[in-house]
Antibody, heavy 122, light 109 residues
Framework: QVQLQESGPGLVKPSETLSLTCSVS????????WNWIRQAPGKGLEWVGY???????NYNPSLKSRVSISIDTSKDQFSLELMSVTAADTAVYYC????????????????WGQGTLVSVSS | EVVLTQSPVTLSLSPGERATLSCRAS???????LAWFQQKPGQAPRLLIF???NRATGVPDRFSGRGSWTDFTLIIDRLEPEDFAVYFC??????????FGPGTKIDLK
């Protein structure tokens, strides 16, 4: 049974850095892409970015200047850092797994964490 | 960047009816790059359809997807009470940038 679990502070002050970790169990971290996706209250889904097991990353262009995603395969964890946060970054943050195949197809976001609400407020 | 538009915003239906949800892309999307998700209140989204028309593991066969290029459709035959939820389409491009549509909510008529 694949399980993902987000952890980190639920409250971050404006201009500071949001840091979250996703712990993975029941799945090897190899050969998958590990994503962060967020959802502002009452809004739709926004992909933040991914890291693969080799440490290669890709980010949403709208967030690229402020975001960093890293992986620690020895701990079965990957992490998100979002810098210089504002109230607009208040959202439920999900971690999710994607399988991406060499032919360009994918099995996207097949497993998700339960999500963690991060509020940006002083 | 590919922009996805979904219609209608809200669909009011009764159990047993058929739901037809539309997802339109601002530019051509490879069918293998198009997926559909279901989200219920307080829950993470659930993958329903990948590659435009393939059901994910455990998804009932009353869910089907079709379409190509800029027009994609999710059909739910014979709505069950548990199907009342929000549905998102999602795509990724050749740069592996993922985008989601704004969602369609199916509510009880």
């Amino acid at each position: 049974q694949v399980q993902l679990q987000e952890s980190g502070p639920g409250l971050v002050k404006p201009s500071e850095t949001l840091s979250l970790t996703c712990s993975v169990s029941g799945s090897s971290m190899m050969k998958f892409y590990w994503n962060w996706i967020r959802q502002a209250p009452g809004k739709g889904l926004e992909w933040v970015g991914y890291v693969n097991s080799s440490g290669n990353t890709n980010y949403n262009p709208s967030l690229k200047s402020r975001v960093s995603i890293s992986i620690d395969t020895s701990k079965d964890q990957f992490s998100l850092e979002l810098m210089s946060v504002t109230a607009a970054d208040t959202a439920v943050y999900y971690c999710a797994r994607t399988t991406y195949f060499a032919d360009g197809s994918s099995y996207p976001f097949d497993f998700w964490g339960q999500g963690t609400l991060v509020s940006v407020s002083s | 960047e590919v922009v996805l538009t979904q219609s209608p915003v809200t669909l009011s239906l009764s159990p047993g009816e058929r739901a037809t949800l539309s997802c339109r892309a601002s530019q051509n999307v490879r069918s293998r790059s198009l997926a559909w998700f279901q989200q219920k209140p307080g829950q993470a989204p659930r993958l329903l359809i990948f590659g435009a028309s393939n059901r994910a593991t455990g998804v009932p066969d009353r869910f089907s997807g079709r379409g190509s290029w800029t027009d994609f459709t999710l059909i739910i035959d014979r709505l069950e009470p548990e199907d009342f939820a929000v549905y998102f389409c999602q795509q990724y491009d050749t740069s592996l940038i993922f985008t989601f549509g704004p969602g369609t909510k199916i509510d009880l008529k």
